[in-house]
């Protein structure tokens, strides 16, 4: 008995000693701009301090080890006419994939400086929004609903092959409801959970724990109503503790419901700095080992960031960018209309 009360405080006492994190103050950053010719480019993929891929628009990939001093870059053509315009871009660890926007949508895969096309769709309204994966085999790619719900696509082998998610496996749209190929970032995942947001008439937060099999959809705070309205990014630091950002594309400087967090996992949101700055923003990220304190959040309004979960902000810079993507507490990669751009934090 006496052992066991003496190993219970000393657990207690440990957990008691231990420092809460203490998020820093950041009043402004400065960012490298690179300059990347003739293409917009809204999907990064962050490998390390000095390296990263990216793919844009004009069929366009590319990849430095340098920091961006020298590229490797590819010019994907389809059929020897279309140049697919690439908004999503995701990592197994053994191979990159690239999905495009548009009719047909074509998935590649990418290796050895090669490219493989791993799955198509055509349909009228076809456009995939956004990808990522679980793990080295289970992975995830969503787009707006060609039918009565969100297009869902699911990999399970690595990414060798893809299957399309049948609409009686998913909640139903709404009429106008869809998301914004934005920052490859309206779709986030913790362990086997998935959270994909949406926009347009209606602003909701879909939500898979099972790699995708089987959905849950809430609603969110978030201006809705129509078709530049809505969520455009979302991250989560856990599985409870999230937050989504957006606004209205079409009036970038209002602030009125553009953001929320939730601490349920998704099933609740709470508008923060209702009628504050940040207005529109298209991508929202935790900065990694941070506890959930710190957040930035980017767009062509220019980049904010938040030290207590997103309750409060800070413009650090009017630099627009579409997305934003860490490698480590100190460091992330940006990406913008023909820019990249490298951040260091101290």
Known sequence: MKKTFLLTAVVMICFSCKKEYQPRAIDTVTIK?????????????????????????????????????????????????????????????????????????????????????????????????????????????????????????????????????????????????ASFAASNTNIAIVNNTVWVVTGGTKARVFKSTDKGQTWKVFDTPIIQGNGPQGIY?????????????????SKPNENKATKAITKDGGKTWTLVADGQSPAYKSCVQYVPNTNGKEVFAVGKTGISFSNDGGITWKEVSTDGYYAIQFVNRNTAWLSGHQKIGKLVLK
Not at 117 to 146: C, R, S
Request: aromatic share 10%.
């Open 33 to 177: 701009k690179i300059t990347i010719d003739s293409t917009s480019i809204r999907a990064i993929l962050p490998l390390a301090e000095t390296k990263m891929s990216f793919a844009g628009s004009n069929g366009t990939i590319g990849f430095t080890a340098d920091n961006g001093a020298t590229w490797l870059r590819e010019t994907i053509t389809y059929k020897d006419s279309i140049q697919p315009s690439f908004r999503s871009i995701a990592s197994n660890s053994s191979n990159t994939f690239v999905l495009s926007v548009g009719n047909p949508a074509l998935l590649y895969k990418v290796f050895n400086e090669a490219t493989k096309i791993v799955y198509t769709e055509k349909h009228p309204n076809v456009f995939y929004d956004a990808m990522a994966f679980f793990d080295e085999q289970y992975g995830i790619a969503i787009g707006d609903p060609t039918e009565n719900c969100i297009s869902v696509i699911l990999t399970s082998d690595g990414g060798n092959t893809w299957q399309k998610v049948a609409c009686n496996k998913l909640p139903a749209a709404n009429e106008g409801e």
């Open 233 to 249: 990014s979302v991250d989560f630091h856990d599985e409870n503790t999230g937050i989504i950002v957006g606004g209205d594309y």
